[in-house]
């Protein structure tokens, strides 16, 4: 007999609490290294003011390293290519608020993690169709991993990137507005253009291990990380990013991915604070979220696949009688309107197109899943 | 071995007296007459008194050595030929030289020294019963001989004996004999011979002639005769009470014992004399079980025109000193049956009362000691558990655990729903010191918190001490849980079976020589969880795990003679929990121990030495290459000694040490498996010595008052650094009356071992530390005060105690800290202090077909980072510890439909511990991360639970072999959804409760008793 249950449950929470900004990047040698920041959002106000940030890394010597734009309202991108292995470095951030200066971040002064070389093995996983005369499908494939990083603190970090081009026809519809009723009527298929849509799958957290206790702080044969049989089947690229990282930022990391992934069971650690390096110049004691590391990034190409472009009809379209639809407005400038502000039509007789299958290539980005039915 | 020990005893006892003649001397109580050897006991198997005539004390004189000395206490050792005094109740009899005691009286009857007076060589003292010539002497002589007399309840040892056990060989023969002095001869007749001179005498009148005072001359014989009390020799008292069936008041109007069986009777004690009606009169008597055994720690309270109480003493004796009058007298005992008796006081007198154990018992009521202690002493915060109470309650899956239930006490609470750990007035659980028999328990729970080490069969006592400032005990800021076996019984091998849901357990006891000196006690359970697990759903994150835990206890007690005794114990537990193949958790206690005990009426004292030992073993990895253990060990090796030396009346001084030498393994990490590439790796271990010396005192002026204090030096000698920490207690009490007190206490204490943590709830792999150069001692003080009131007759009692606590040097884990096999343990660690207060509200019940206790506590914890490694949590403001529960309320209470059925509830309500929940949240490399809040800054919901439990207890036949108690009940009714802790999930930010019993869990539990 099971006793225990989980239960949902929501907690009263103060509103219009002060919450600290968030800042995400590392300093990567050799690459453009991009940087976000942000501010918490808080769960009761979500109220969110006016930021403009800019960054720059400044290392020992005093080179300057600028970003290229505004971090708030994009991703700034740090070019790094000519940055030196052997110097120290450190990232600073500059936060206005309606134009006035209103603070300085900076991270603590970073020396650059040595490389790491790594190697690794797959092994795949099949399962028999069901009535199939043993038929095999692949069900995942699995990543084992060696790293080595002599010099290092033994904390690795890596994530991988999923590269999957589906093939995906956009049908425009045909359809005229009824105005009394308020909805469009679908009057019958018609060939507006042909789209690619790209899917980019990547594991929200990056893994981090601490090979502290092994020999030579190596990693042997270490699981990494799998990728289901059908993605892998549809996988254009797959892209492994290897780094050594400080025991701070392994320490920061695990923290944040224990602080989310507390499973409430009887010995789940106490969630608490994560202990980033970047604080304000101006009162040390308020730090930011974020740690910065400097190192330099291996990647791996494990898989590098040439999909040819395959269209293939949807039967998508959509209806949503709340919004309506101007004249000459494209099916495709309806679906961005849809994902960005992340409507859903309703009672539709008709397929929708989720939004994380809407056009890539227009909206310059992709999804993490792939889409229902595909 | 045997004479070693001896010798040991013998120089010991002539330190002590020495030590105590020297350093607390009082000219009254060590005048020469006080300066004899102490006077010897004799073991509880022999049937009879080796005494004149009764076990008690009467008033009267001695002359000593040409030295009148008055108001002395005597009786007279018949076996030995020597004469015991002292000069108050809780003063140990001593035998003063008899070859310096010309005469004595007691009692008013005189008795004298023949040899001292020069007539004739026959040694001892002799009754002069008449002043006539010739005189009429009367002597009794007790003999130890052997034999038995099973059908006559003893009635050819020539006297009545209360306690006659007919499995006894020996006794102590009756020889009286009488005696003619005449013209400097002393000549013994015989009896037939003494009663004609005695008629004669009675009929001339000399013999009951008014006395004239006697002036006895040393050396000389006396001139005039003293005639005695006309004490009935002659006579015995039959085994029941006059009247006894027919219901009317029983009348024992005779100097001779009475043997106060039942109740609802009224015994007359003493004769009536003229001038009697305000003098102090002397009531002793023995408390005895039904094999006759004295029954030692008996609260006595006595109600009437004079109103007392105090405890039996180690031989099951007692004395009191009242006016005449009706009186009635309570005798309450753990695991024994109260017994209440109703006197008519006229003369000095004794009784000696059977107390019956509970299991067989006739009658039942609550035991009010506690009402008693609180009244009598002047600690505040001490806690003892009726165990009688205890068993009644509702327990999870019906295992009863003693140790859980301190949680329903006043101030106590426990970390999480069943988890190990428990906080005494907001401190952590590792500054809770658990001793089971005077060994160290490191983790007290089975299965992560589920059950608690020990088994209730075998449980004495649980007495929990809420002040940490406990110099005997120290070493813990909290708390001290003291927890004591049973001895085993001597007289019969019997034992108990329990059956539960998740365990079994049984024990068995018995005496292990012949001469019944000897007794063991051993008990074991465990676990069928295995079984349990393998058959859990398929889904089950644990099926296909294992769990399993034992313990199993040894106990043996050898009982020296009547005051001294060696125990034995030993001790082991050992969990193990499997998840899968590659992980399991390990984790064993075991402590060894031996003791030397000492208790007689003036002195008593203890040593031990012994072994406490804690291991875990942690087995883990993701694959074969990373798969290791951890092993990680707390040994500690201790010695320690107490002695408690009873001045005078009212006065005790005691004093103590103890040595522990600690041996940390602060972890061992190996690969496992050929294929593990895990380096080894060894964290240095950590030793320490720890010594400290305390002295005591206890003094009560008069009734009303009491002060205590106590000094203790303490230090830890590690590797790198000496500590030397002074500590200090005192209390004191005032009694408005024997129903109001009131009592104050200040104290501090000190902490050199620590255990770290960062999950939930105690973990039983948390580490253990040392104080060293970095890490520092937990100091603090703690003061509190408290107001006791007993209402209607003793049966409700209501307290009032509040407490302010402030530690120095707590330590907090950091976020994310490493704990284990961290060699730098210290930077994973904040300094904190702690500042606790609060206020316990009680109001029990003791008594009536409905009884049990209120009791509502409102209390705070709070910590605060300090600067020694610059590391502040929550910026360096106050935030709330863990332990930090505002409100606290317990009803806890029975109800007897008869003496064998009945019910029995408990209802908890009390605040949610805090929590630290995310305010906001982020994105972070890809994902949604969750924002925490200020440390600790919220709480989860609040507690609620009511449990209930019907219990079918013994039956009552005494000769039944079996016994069987049958408790039914249920966890939970109202099935609420109490949160065990609330937790977010960093993707879909929602919060989630865990609920450990979501919903009624209903039990039986059955224990079969073996008489």
Same mark, same amino acid.
């Given at each position: 007999?099971?006793?225990?249950?989980?239960?949902?449950?929501?907690?009263?929470?103060?509103?219009?609490?002060?919450?600290?900004?968030?800042?995400?990047?590392?300093?990567?040698?050799?690459?453009?290294?991009?940087?976000?920041?942000?501010?918490?959002?808080?769960?009761?106000?979500?109220?969110?003011?006016?930021?403009?940030?800019?960054?720059?890394?400044?290392?020992?010597?005093?080179?300057?390293?600028?970003?290229?734009?505004?971090?708030?309202?994009?991703?700034?991108?740090?070019?790094?290519?000519?940055?030196?292995?052997?110097?120290?470095?450190?990232?600073?951030?500059?936060?206005? +608020?309606?134009?006035?200066?209103?603070? +300085?971040?900076?991270?603590? $002064?970073?020396?650059?993690?040595?490389?790491?070389?790594?190697?690794?093995?797959?092994?795949?996983?099949?399962?028999?169709?069901?009535?199939?005369?043993?038929?095999?499908?692949?069900?995942?494939?699995?990543?084992?991993?060696?790293?080595?990083?002599?010099?290092?603190?033994?904390?690795?970090? $890596?994530?991988?990137?999923?590269?999957?081009?589906?093939?995906?026809?956009l049908s425009e519809p045909t359809y005229d507005f009824d105005p009394i009723s308020g909805i469009l009527v679908h009057r019958g298929y018609g060939w507006w253009g042909k789209s690619v849509c790209w899917s980019v799958s990547q594991p929200a957290i990056s893994t981090v291990f601490s090979a502290k206790a092994m020999i030579n702080q190596e990693l042997k044969d270490h699981y990494g990380f799998s990728i289901q049989g059908y993605d892998y089947l549809r996988a254009s690229k797959i892209k492994l990013k290897v780094r050594a990282i400080p025991e701070g930022a392994f320490r920061f990391l695990s923290t944040i991915n224990k602080n989310s992934d507390n499973t409430g069971s009887v010995f789940s650690p106490v969630p608490g604070e994560a202990m980033g390096n970047i604080y304000n110049i101006d009162n040390p004691s308020e730090l930011a979220v974020g740690y910065v590391s400097v190192y330099k990034q291996k990647e791996t190409l494990i898989l590098d696949a040439d999909i040819p472009n395959n269209f293939h009809p949807v039967d998508g379209y959509v209806k949503n009688p709340l919004e309506g639809m101007t004249e000459g407005e494209s099916e495709l400038q309806r679906f961005q309107m849809f994902y960005e502000k992340g409507y859903r039509p309703y009672d539709s007789p008709t397929r929708w197109v989720p939004e994380r299958c809407i056009n890539c290539e227009m909206l310059m980005r992709g999804s993490s899943v792939y889409p229902d039915g595909w | 071995m045997k004479r070693i020990i001896k010798l040991l005893y013998i120089l010991l006892q002539l330190c002590l007296l020495a030590l105590s003649s020297v350093s607390f001397g009082q000219e009254s109580r060590y005048s020469m007459l006080y300066r004899g050897m102490v006077a010897r006991k004799y073991a509880d198997n022999i049937n009879g008194t080796p005494y004149w005539d009764t076990l008690s004390f009467k008033p009267g004189s001695v002359m000593f050595n040409g030295r009148l000395y008055d108001d002395v206490l005597i009786r007279i050792n018949a076996a030995e030929g020597e004469l015991e005094v002292k000069n108050s109740k809780d003063m140990a009899p001593i035998c003063p030289d008899r070859h310096q005691v010309s005469w004595f009286k007691r009692n008013g009857a005189l008795f004298v020294n023949l040899q001292y007076q020069g007539i004739g060589n026959r040694e001892g003292f002799f009754e002069l019963l008449s002043d006539s010539s010739p005189a009429l002497l009367f002597s009794v002589k007790k003999i130890l001989t052997t034999g038995n007399d099973t059908e006559h309840n003893g009635a050819h040892i020539g006297y009545f004996d209360p306690s006659y056990n007919n499995k006894s060989v020996e006794y102590f023969k009756y020889c009286p004999s009488w005696w003619l002095y005449e013209h400097g001869k002393i000549v013994k007749i015989n009896r037939r011979k003494a009663q004609k001179l005695k008629d004669r005498l009675i009929e001339d009148g000399s013999f009951s002639a008014s006395l004239k005072e006697w002036h006895p001359v040393d050396n000389l014989f006396m001139e005039t005769f003293v005639p005695s009390l006309n004490k009935p020799i002659l006579t015995q008292i039959d085994s029941l009470p006059d009247g006894y069936f027919s219901g009317t008041p029983t009348v024992v109007s005779m100097d001779y014992p009475v043997f106060a069986k039942y109740k609802n009777k009224l015994y007359e004690i003493g004769l009536q004399r003229d001038n009697m009606q305000n003098s102090d009169l002397v009531l002793s008597g023995n408390v005895v079980d039904e094999n006759g055994n004295g029954l030692s720690d008996i609260l006595i309270y006595i109600e009437g025109k004079e109103e007392s109480s105090f405890k039996s003493k180690a031989d099951g004796s007692f004395i009191a000193q009242l006016k005449t009058g009706e009186y009635r007298i309570h005798f309450s005992g753990e695991g024994m049956v109260e017994q209440c008796i109703d006197i008519v006081l006229k003369g000095s007198g004794s009784f000696t009362v059977l107390l019956h154990e509970k299991t067989t018992m006739l009658d039942e009521a609550l035991v009010s000691g506690e009402r008693i202690n609180r009244h009598h002493d002047a600690s505040l915060g001490l806690e003892r558990l009726d165990l009688r109470d205890i068993s009644k309650l509702p327990a999870i899956f019906g295992e009863k =655990?003693?140790?859980?239930?301190?949680?329903?006490?006043?101030?106590?609470?426990?970390?999480?729903?069943?988890?190990?750990?428990?906080?005494?007035?907001?401190?952590?659980?590792?500054?809770?010191?658990?001793?089971f028999n005077g060994n160290t328990i490191f983790y007290p729970s089975h299965f992560f918190g589920v059950n608690t080490v020990f088994n209730p069969d075998i449980i004495e006592s649980v007495d929990i001490y809420k002040s940490g400032a406990i110099a005997k005990y120290g070493g813990r800021a909290s708390s001290v849980i003291d927890i004591n076996s049973r001895d085993g019984n001597k007289e019969k091998v019997r034992g108990g079976i329990g059956l539960g849901l998740l365990t079994s357990r049984f024990y068995l006891e018995g005496p292990l020589t012949r001469s019944k000196k000897t007794s063991f006690l051993v008990g074991m359970r465990s676990s069928y969880s295995d079984w349990i697990l393998k058959r859990l759903p398929t889904e089950s994150e644990f099926r296909g795990g294992s769990a399993s835990f034992y313990d199993m206890n040894l106990g043996i007690h050898h009982k020296i003679n009547a005051s001294n005794s060696l125990k034995l114990y030993g001790y082991t537990s050992s969990d193990r929990f499997s998840p899968d193949s590659l992980n399991s958790y390990i984790y064993r206690n075991i402590n060894a121990s031996l003791?030397?005990?000492?208790?007689?009426?003036?002195?008593?004292? =203890?040593?031990?030495?012994?072994?406490?030992?804690?291991?875990?073993?942690?087995?883990?990895?993701?694959?074969?290459?990373?798969? &290791?253990?951890?092993?990680?060990?707390?040994?500690?090796?201790?010695?320690?000694?107490?002695?408690?030396?009873?001045?005078?009346?009212?006065?005790?001084?005691?004093?103590?040490?103890?040595?522990?030498?600690?041996?940390?393994?602060?972890?061992?990490?190996?690969?496992?498996?050929?294929?593990?590439?895990?380096?080894?790796?060894?964290?240095?271990?950590?030793?320490?010595?720890?010594?400290?010396?305390?002295?005591? #005192?206890?003094?009560?002026?008069?009734?009303?008052?009491?002060?205590?204090?106590?000094?203790?030096?303490?230090?830890?000698?590690? =590797?790198?650094?000496?500590? &030397?920490?002074?500590?200090?207690?005192?209390?004191?009490?005032?009694?408005?009356?024997?129903?109001?007190?009131?009592?104050?206490?200040?104290?501090?204490?000190?902490?050199? &071992?620590?255990?770290?943590?960062?999950?939930?709830?105690?973990?039983?792999? #948390?580490?253990?530390?040392?104080?060293?150069?970095?890490?520092?001692?937990?100091?603090?003080?703690?003061?509190?005060?408290?107001?006791?009131?007993?209402?209607?007759?003793?049966?409700?009692?209501?307290?009032?105690?509040?407490?302010?606590?402030?530690?120095?040097?707590?330590?907090?884990?950091?976020?994310?800290?490493?704990?284990?096999?961290?060699?730098? &343990?210290?930077?994973?660690?904040?300094?904190?202090?702690?500042?606790?207060?609060?206020?316990?509200?009680?109001?029990?019940?003791?008594?009536?077909?409905?009884?049990?206790?209120?009791?509502?506590?409102?209390?705070?914890?709070?910590?605060?980072?300090?600067?020694?490694?610059?590391?502040?949590?929550?910026?360096?403001?106050?935030?709330?510890?863990?332990?930090?529960?505002?409100?606290?309320?317990?009803?806890?209470?029975?109800? =007897?439909?008869?003496?064998?059925?009945?019910?029995?509830?408990?209802?908890?309500?009390?605040?949610?511990?805090?929590?630290?929940?995310?305010?906001?949240?982020?994105?972070?490399?890809?994902?949604?991360?969750?924002?925490y809040s200020s440390k600790n800054n919220y709480r989860i919901p609040n507690y609620f639970r009511t449990d209930i439990a019907y219990n079918i207890g013994a039956g009552h036949s005494k000769k039944a072999l079996l016994h069987g108690i049958v408790t039914i009940g249920c966890y939970n009714v109202t099935g609420r959804k109490n949160a065990y802790t609330v937790y977010w999930s960093g993707n879909a930010l929602r919060g989630y409760k865990l609920s450990i019993f979501s919903m009624p869990v209903p039990y039986v539990s059955i224990k079969v008793l073996i008489k």
């Open positions: 007999m099971t006793v225990s249950c989980v239960y949902d449950f929501n907690a009263d929470l103060p509103l219009g609490a002060d919450l600290p900004f968030v800042i995400e990047g590392d300093i990567i040698l050799g690459e453009r290294s991009p940087f976000n920041i942000s501010v918490v959002n808080s769960v009761a106000a979500g109220v969110k003011k006016d930021y403009k940030a800019s960054f720059f890394v400044e290392d020992e010597t005093g080179k300057i390293y600028p970003s290229t734009t505004d971090g708030f309202s994009d991703r700034a991108t740090i070019d790094m290519s000519t940055a030196l292995q052997d110097v120290k470095y450190r990232l600073r951030i500059d936060i206005k +608020h309606e134009d006035k200066s209103i603070s +300085h971040y900076a991270s603590s $002064w970073l020396s650059p993690e040595p490389e790491v070389s790594v190697s690794y093995r797959d092994s795949s996983i099949y399962r028999i169709v069901p009535g199939t005369a043993g038929t095999k499908e692949l069900v995942s494939k699995r990543y084992y991993l060696d790293i080595s990083s002599p010099g290092s603190s033994g904390c690795y970090c $890596w994530e991988y990137e999923l590269l999957i081009k589906i093939p995906a026809t | =655990d003693l140790f859980r239930a301190t949680l329903s006490l006043p101030g106590v609470q426990s970390v999480g729903e069943l988890s190990a750990g428990i906080n005494v007035r907001g401190g952590s659980s590792d500054q809770n010191l658990v001793l003791h030397y005990c000492h208790n007689d009426d003036y002195l008593n004292y =203890d040593m031990s030495v012994g072994y406490d030992g804690y291991a875990t073993r942690i087995e883990q990895g993701m694959n074969s290459y990373e798969w &290791l253990t951890v092993n990680t060990a707390v040994n500690q090796l201790f010695t320690r000694g107490n002695v408690n030396v009873d001045l005078n009346s009212g006065h005790t001084v005691g004093g103590g040490g103890e040595i522990l030498y600690y041996y940390l393994r602060g972890g061992q990490r190996k690969p496992k498996g050929e294929l593990s590439r895990i380096t080894p790796l060894t964290i240095d271990p950590k030793q320490a010595i720890q010594p400290s010396l305390f002295v005591s #005192d206890t003094w009560s002026p008069n009734d009303s008052i009491t002060i205590e204090g106590s000094v203790k030096l303490s230090g830890s000698v590690c =590797d790198d650094c000496f500590y &030397l920490i002074p500590d200090m207690r005192i209390s004191g009490r005032y009694s408005l009356d024997q129903t109001t007190t009131f009592k104050v206490e200040f104290g501090t204490v000190s902490q050199y &071992l620590h255990q770290v943590t960062n999950t939930m709830v105690v973990s039983p792999v #948390d580490t253990w530390l040392l104080s060293d150069s970095r890490i520092r001692p937990t100091k603090g003080w703690q003061t509190s005060a408290g107001i006791y009131h007993s209402a209607n007759g003793a049966e409700y009692d209501l307290s009032i105690e509040a407490y302010y606590k402030r530690l120095n040097h707590y330590y907090d884990a950091m976020s994310g800290a490493e704990l284990i096999m961290n060699k730098y &343990l210290f930077d994973e660690l904040v300094a904190t202090r702690n500042k606790a207060y609060g206020v316990e509200l009680s109001i029990k019940k003791n008594k009536g077909k409905l009884n049990g206790w209120i009791s509502y506590t409102w209390s705070r914890s709070l910590l605060q980072s300090m600067s020694d490694n610059h590391v502040f949590l929550n910026q360096g403001k106050w935030y709330l510890a863990s332990s930090d529960r505002p409100h606290d309320f317990k009803l806890v209470g029975n109800y =007897d439909f008869t003496r064998r059925y009945g019910v029995s509830f408990v209802i908890n309500y009390c605040s949610g511990h805090p929590v630290t929940i995310p305010e906001g949240f982020f994105q972070y490399i890809g994902g949604n991360r969750l924002y």
